[in-house]
């Protein structure tokens, strides 16, 4: 039994842990609204483009194939990654959930493709200090780190990602881009998916969209520039957009975390609670015990 | 406000970050990639890429000057959607970071190694240049800002 001081001790760090974990719940949960709400900011924007390239796309493929290079589908022999993961830690299980799904949409494509030949190589960006661990744990091959991102990153950030991703491309150093980051699905779920970048697969069309294809648009200064235009930024607004939904991820995940830290540090503050009451009451019995049997020994 | 609201267009101009501007307008006036584009009620569809320079959206007496570089510019039925790499509210440029950034481009000009370096530097300094052409515009003609209901939500 420990000590009446000890007991004492205890629930007083449970209480201040509680305190703070507290803090940082609301702290994420202030966050996490934020980010969302930048991720709605930032949807017109995203929805234009997408609609742009899958009408230029449909529009003019023919024609324009040929000159984007974005689009070159060739036979895979390097597949490369960007894992957007989290910086800092505390926000339960999404870190490793983020590298477990990475890991497994990576080996995944390596088996279908050598399936039908030669087994490729993988090759990793990795946004976020979590998944940059995980990567040189794991010994695979890095070829971009993007850590300190913040919770508020920028398109000039994204665009920096996308473009070593889009170097390494058009370089063929790599034949084939994926996406992996926490989806947001609401406050307290995420899920890690894994989405192709490159070579860019234009957006099927909307069905209701036939208003829009009988227009005939005057282009400036035609649609092959301008659908090659497109191209580079429809992929940055994507990484934007992952790199928004996982600012969004992370927060909703540290905010149940943090929420679960301090459920159970005030069940422990119960439980100590109640073992220090129970001792006290021990502690006077024996007193008082040894008061009666003292007085009953001396008479 | 003294406006014909018959002879308007829809205007949102919208960057990755926020939107700038959603409403009505009778003329806009755009940076296009190849000259200025003057845009009025039932113009024609037309897709363009966006230079540099001053975006002009006109209501009324009303006029609202707004900095955009690169981009694209669709108008299909009567409504205009800009999308913009970056834009800026005239009042919203720092002038003095933008003189700053002017200072550094020209510098870095006269050390460019290669022209592909060179191309870069000088697209950047007539980025900023025409920023700070669009704030001293602002600065100057002193005219009405169109009021806007809900545009301006950061």
Redesign the interface.
């Known amino acids: 039994m420990p000590s009446l001081r000890d007991i004492r001790r205890r629930i007083r760090t449970t209480k201040n842990m509680a305190q703070i974990t507290k803090a940082k719940q609301m702290v994420a949960s202030s966050k996490m609204r934020r980010a969302q709400e ?1 991720v709605q ?2 949807r ?3 929805e ?2 997408r609609d ?1 390239v899958s009408r ?1 796309a449909d529009a003019s493929l023919g024609e324009v194939s040929t000159g984007t290079e974005l689009l070159a589908k060739r036979p895979i022999h390097n597949i490369g990654f960007i894992v957007i993961t989290p910086d800092r830690g505390l926000c339960g299980a999404l870190p490793s959930n983020i590298n477990r799904k990475a890991m497994s949409s990576a080996l995944d494509l390596q088996r279908q493709v050598a399936e039908q030949g030669e087994r490729p190589n993988l090759a990793f960006i990795a946004v976020g200090r979590k998944g940059r661990d995980f990567i040189v744990r794991t010994q695979q091959s890095l070829i971009g780190e993007f850590i300190n991102y913040g919770d508020k990153p ?2 000039a950030d994204a665009r920096a990602i996308a473009r070593v991703a889009v170097d390494a491309f058009v370089k063929a150093e790599v034949d084939a881009v994926y996406l992996v980051y926490a989806k947001f699905i609401n406050t307290v779920s995420q899920q890690p998916i894994s989405v192709q970048l490159l070579p860019v697969e234009p957006p099927a069309q909307e069905k209701n969209e036939d208003r ?1 294809k009988s ?7 035609d ?1 092959a ?2 659908f090659t ?2 191209l580079p ?1 429809y992929v ?2 994507l990484v ?1 957009q992952a790199m928004l939904e996982a600012v969004a991820s992370e927060q909703s995940a540290s905010m149940v975390a943090m929420k679960n830290a301090t459920d159970n540090a005030n069940e422990l503050i119960q439980d100590l609670t109640l073992t220090y009451n129970k001792a006290r009451q021990q502690a006077i019995t024996t007193q008082i015990l040894e008061v009666v049997s003292g007085a009953g020994g001396g008479a | 406000m003294a406006v014909t609201r018959n002879n308007t267009l829809h205007v ?1 101009v ?6 700038l501007y959603s409403g009505e307008a009778n003329l806009v006036s755009a940076p ?3 000259g200025r ?1 003057g845009i009025l009620p039932h113009h ?6 966006l230079g540099s320079g001053v975006l002009t959206i006109k209501l009324g007496e009303g006029e609202e000057p707004i900095f955009v570089s690169g ?2 510019l ?1 108008v ?2 009567n409504s205009v ?1 800009v ?1 913009a ?1 970056t834009a800026e509210h005239a009042d919203e440029i720092d002038e003095a970071r933008a003189e700053e950034a002017r200072r550094r481009a020209q510098e870095a000009l006269a050390q460019a190694a290669s022209d592909e370096d060179r191309a870069e530097i000088e697209a950047a300094l007539a980025r900023e240049m025409s920023r700070l052409k669009v704030a001293d515009i602002a600065r100057r003609s002193g005219r009405r800002r169109i009021s806007m209901p809900s545009s301006e939500q950061q």
């Open positions: 930048r900011q930032a017109p924007f995203a234009q483009i742009l230029l920028s398109l829009k227009v005939d648009y005057i282009y400036e200064p649609p520039t301008i235009a497109l930024r940055d607004i934007y | 949102r919208v960057t990755a970050e926020r939107e296009g990639a190849e584009l024609a569809a037309l897709l363009a890429l981009g694209f669709e299909s039925e959607i999308l790499d």
